[in-house]
């Protein structure tokens, strides 16, 4: 029968994406998939009275859209992060983080649940919540620090089109107002594709000043770079006789 939702402890659903959201910088969808994914990983790697109690603890909705019983349960943390990876479809290193993003928020609204599990071993390290300061040394792997200087600067060498600093990075697009909508409209459709797109401030009728930072960090972190480049590719393949400012 499982907890009934109104128990101590019952991992909330909505809660549960909300804070995985707040903590990788996602939105909504691209969190529920983090926790779906890692959820789902997680029940494969358990015993099997373990695997019952892990689900029946948490909300249907984290483990309906995969299979849990597979022949190929995790058998170490780069097997584990391979299958988060593959469900979320990111790199090995987001997979991680995201990955410790739901387990440490789990932990924190059910410990109990998540300490009578015998976990893996090589989970541990995923239980607290992902480091969110400091620069590159002495960061697990995985985390999303803020840039150092240097980084950002070496950075910015391979942007021309940006500008910033340490708390955010700019590009400023001028564009005739119809190409300016198409171009907007492309940027927007990242957030789907991607899990982030920029904010965008419109100047005028055909001008837009586009922003990118971590707001879990109050920083840039090697995410931003990566969404700045993302951001380039959409607005060259929207097309048409850009000039940048």
């Given at each position: ?59 249907d ?9 597979v ?35 789990m ?5 109990a ?35 150092t ?16 600093d340490?708390?955010?990075l ?8 119809d ?8 940027l ?7 899990g982030?797109?920029?904010h ?31 951001v ?14």
């Amino acid at each position: 029968m499982g907890i009934e939702p109104n128990s101590p402890g019952w991992i909330q659903y909505r809660e549960l994406v909300n804070e995985v959201g707040r903590r990788t910088d996602l939105d909504f969808d691209h969190a529920r998939l983090a926790a779906e994914a890692t959820t789902t990983v997680l029940a494969r790697a358990l015993k099997e009275k373990d695997r019952r109690d892990f689900l029946d603890g948490v909300p249907d909705e984290l483990h309906d859209d995969y299979a849990i019983n597979v022949p190929y349960a995790p058998l170490d943390l780069n097997g584990f992060l391979i299958q988060v990876g593959t469900i979320v479809h990111r790199e090995r290193d987001q997979a991680r983080y995201q990955a410790q993003a739901v387990l440490s928020t789990m932990c924190e609204q059910d410990r109990a649940l998540i300490e009578s599990l015998d976990l893996p071993d090589y989970l541990d390290e995923l239980l607290t919540p992902p480091p969110v300061g400091g620069g590159v040394v002495g960061i697990p792997p995985g985390g999303v620090p803020p840039l150092t200087d240097e980084e950002l600067r070496q950075a910015l060498t391979r942007l021309p089109q940006w500008s910033g600093d340490r708390r955010a990075l700019m590009r400023t697009i001028v564009l005739p107002r119809d190409n300016l909508d198409r171009v907007l409209i492309r940027l927007i459709q990242l957030r789907q594709e991607v899990g982030r797109a920029p904010h965008i401030g419109r100047l005028s009728p055909d001008a837009a000043r586009l922003v990118v930072r971590t707001t879990s960090v109050d920083a840039v972190t090697r995410l931003d770079i990566e969404l700045a480049h993302a951001v380039d590719d959409a607005i060259l393949e929207a097309g048409a006789g850009m000039s940048a400012e």
